[in-house]
């Protein structure tokens, strides 16, 4: 047999589906690492680590349910979950009510709103650490802004504001809402922007006046932003951590035990790394759940400007 007629390896050939779904998936691929190694890996180990006794020196010892049944049985645990949800029903609707105001103030024609708008926005990009410092201040009873200004103006004595467990979350509301109220109030400005002024021109002339406008066009093309709003403050309530952390150390009395603050003592303060697992764990399936109430219910209260333009049709 010649060289000629040895017969020759054939070639991986692709066809044109195969060679786009390759630059698909190599394109995709440090997503997809990030994701393996970022999220799914801890998310891994997280479940794992959730059913083991581990004290971040030795190896991990598995004990099963232990950790969660010690979890439901546990008082700190229930306080700092309700600590969390009642204070994210007072903070998340008044974050929307501010925000929302303040949007609607700021989309008006008044001079220099530019500068209007870069003033609320200003306390989005302070550091948590100062922002909760300076907050620290103002709220001191004997030399903060705020009980100086009740003094010169009642002449009593303001209250102790962070020292106080039934003032402490109305405190701690009042600032998150001062620093959020800018971020949110860009994504409400933009969407008032995106509504068709079509949709005023033609209320007008039915002789809608501008309160009826708001309810009945403004505040329902809105509801799309409210909805994300909602959602991400939710999901922002239950990850706070620096304003514990910094200002209260969860107190007065557990009054501001926050679910992260608890967490995080549980796994670098008393090195239960398990026990903390087990609480991420659950108050990730809190989250879960109350995301998924939230889209089902969004059914009935989300609207979008060709519902609005065509009767709900």
Known sequence: MTASTVPRPSRLRLNAFQKEALSGFLFISPWLLGFLIFVLGPMVALIYLSFTRWDLVGSPRWVGVRNYVRLFEDPLFRQSLKVTIG?????????????????????QKVKFVGFWRVIYYMPVVLPSVAVALV??????????????????????????????????????????????????????????????????????????????????????????????????GMIDTFKLFTQAYVMTEGGPRNASLFFTYYLYQNAFQRFRMGYASAMALVVFVIIMLLTLLIFRSSRAWVYYESEIAGGGN
């Open 87 to 107: 204070y994210g029903l007072g903070r998340v609707p008044l974050g929307i009510i501010v925000a929302l105001s303040v949007a609607l103030l700021l989309n």
């Open 135 to 232: 907050w620290m201040w103002i709220y001191n009873p004997r030399y903060g802004v705020l009980n100086g200004f009740i003094r010169q103006l009642l002449g009593v004595e303001g209250p102790r504001w962070l020292d106080d467990p039934l003032l402490v979350l109305p405190s701690l509301m009042v600032m998150a809402v001062w620093v959020s109220a800018g971020r949110n109030m860009i994504i409400y400005l933009s969407g008032l922007q995106g509504i068709s002024q079509e949709l005023y021109d033609a209320s007008a002339i039915d002789g809608a006046n501008s309160w009826h406008r708001f309810w009945k066009i403004t505040l329902p093309l809105l509801t799309p932003i409210i909805f994300f709003n909602l959602v991400t």
